[in-house]
């Protein structure tokens, strides 16, 4: 790409990075998705769980 | 020696990307060399030549920009797939038309639509080159479903703005007139606003917004 003759150069420093820290404003964050629940006892029982898998 | 900085706002200018997957989702890549814009942190340039300090006056290297969006444009022949305004940062070579930057980041980004027939299958012959550089395929919209759905997942991953665009701004006019005018417009506002859009102003949100807004008018969304 041809962007010209360099002119001069320059140091930057933002005060505040470009780079975001958090998701974009107006969007709801990115959850993790839900861990299964931890069974009760008799739920528990009445699952063949993952022994036939 | 510690420099005094020029500037504490970043530079902001005109670029396209390819989108490549290397298994984190739709990644920017340069369209000229084999460089992958990662989400969420700087990108660095590497001067292939081994200049230090990167970008060095005489050189080529750097990330490139430009101030206006016509020049950009010329590069969508390649297949580029995304335009956008980049902040640039850290040791920056102003040129007439341009900057070639040490540091970047996306600020606001544009999702372009398929190109049509005969252009695409030369295109593809180009990503095909380019894929095997990058060790990762070069990728366009249809890829990932539709341009909407890119933009959605380019968004979550950098965190930036990220708009379908209906078409890339015509090079020959794009810095001529009121499509110029409102590209500048953006370009300036995705720079001065940088500080407020990232702690959270909605007033700056919004004022972008209505930038981006102007541009895809003008260019017929």
Same mark, same amino acid.
């Given at each position: ?53 | ?107 606001? /980004?544009?999702?372009? *639509? !398929?190109? %049509?027939? &005969?252009?695409?299958?030369?295109? #593809?012959?180009?990503? $095909?080159? +380019?894929? =095997? ?23 979550? /991953?950098?965190?930036? *703005? !990220?708009? %379908?665009? &209906?078409?890339?701004?015509?090079? #020959?006019?794009?810095? $001529?007139? +009121?499509? =110029? ?41």
């Amino acid at each position: 790409m041809n962007i010209g003759e360099a002119v001069r150069t320059l140091i930057v420093e933002p005060i505040v990075s470009p780079v975001p820290d958090t998701d974009l404003p107006g969007r709801p964050a990115e959850l993790a998705p839900p861990t299964p629940r931890p069974m009760t006892g008799s739920e528990a029982a009445t699952t063949a769980g993952d022994r036939d898998a | 020696m510690t420099l005094a900085p020029d500037l504490a706002a970043p530079i902001a200018g005109w670029r396209v990307w390819n989108v490549t997957d290397r298994g984190r989702g739709p990644e920017l890549v340069s369209p000229v060399r084999p460089v992958a814009w990662p989400h969420r942190v700087p990108t660095t340039a590497v001067c292939a030549g081994g200049c230090r300090p990167c970008p060095a006056p005489e050189c080529r290297c750097g990330l490139y920009a430009t101030a206006g969006v016509g020049l950009a444009a010329l590069s969508h022949h390649t297949g580029a797939t995304v335009l956008g305004c980049a902040a640039l940062w850290g040791r920056v070579v102003e040129h007439t038309d341009g900057w070639r930057g040490e540091h970047g980041y996306p600020l606001v /980004l544009f999702v372009l *639509p !398929v190109v %049509p027939g &005969a252009v695409e299958l030369r295109i #593809r012959r180009l990503r $095909r080159r +380019r894929s =095997a550089a990058l060790g990762a395929d070069e990728l366009g919209p249809r890829d990932f479903g539709s341009t909407e759905t890119l933009s959605r997942e380019l968004a979550r /991953l950098y965190a930036v *703005p !990220v708009h %379908p665009a &209906a078409a890339m701004p015509d090079a #020959r006019f794009a810095d $001529r007139g +009121r499509l =110029a005018g409102r590209a500048d417009a953006l370009r300036a506002e995705a720079a001065a606003g940088v500080a407020g859009r990232r702690s959270g102003d909605p007033l700056a949100v919004d004022r972008l917004a209505r930038r981006v807004q102007d541009l895809l008018d003008a260019i017929g969304r």
